[in-house]
Nanobody
């Protein structure tokens, strides 16, 4: 499966952005999908994940209550709605797909990765 993330940009603290991840190549519904981010000098970290059906989600503690992950299987697209953004949310955000049948949060459990999109939050 091929993944392409988009929707990043520059936003002021307190603002919102919506990221999209378009998938192609294999049946979108077969995969657990996730968002990860990597800030300069930091390791890639888990942000959010959603089950193949979309009925289950998981979030990093740092984004709970501010970010919402969703997916539209008919459009083969996953989204990350980011509200109340903080400067510490600044990072390159990447989407990923896992062949496992349950939600996973470790980057090594994901099999396919898309190119990232830069999110910059100014103070």
């Amino acid at each position: 499966v091929q993944l392409q993330a988009s929707g990043g940009g520059l936003v002021q603290a307190g603002g919102s952005l919506r990221l999209s991840c378009a998938a192609s190549g294999r049946t979108f519904t077969n995969y657990v999908m996730g968002w990860f981010r990597q800030a300069p000098g930091e390791e890639r970290e888990f942000v959010a994940a959603i089950s193949w059906s979309g009925s289950s989600t998981d979030y990093a503690d740092s984004v709970k209550g501010r970010f919402t992950i969703s997916k539209d299987n008919a459009k083969n697209t996953m989204y990350l709605q980011m509200n109340s953004l903080k400067p510490e949310d600044t990072a390159v955000y990447s989407c990923a797909a896992s062949k496992l049948r349950f939600i996973v949060t470790h980057r090594y459990d994901y099999d396919y990765w898309g190119q990232g999109t830069q999110v910059t939050v100014s103070s």
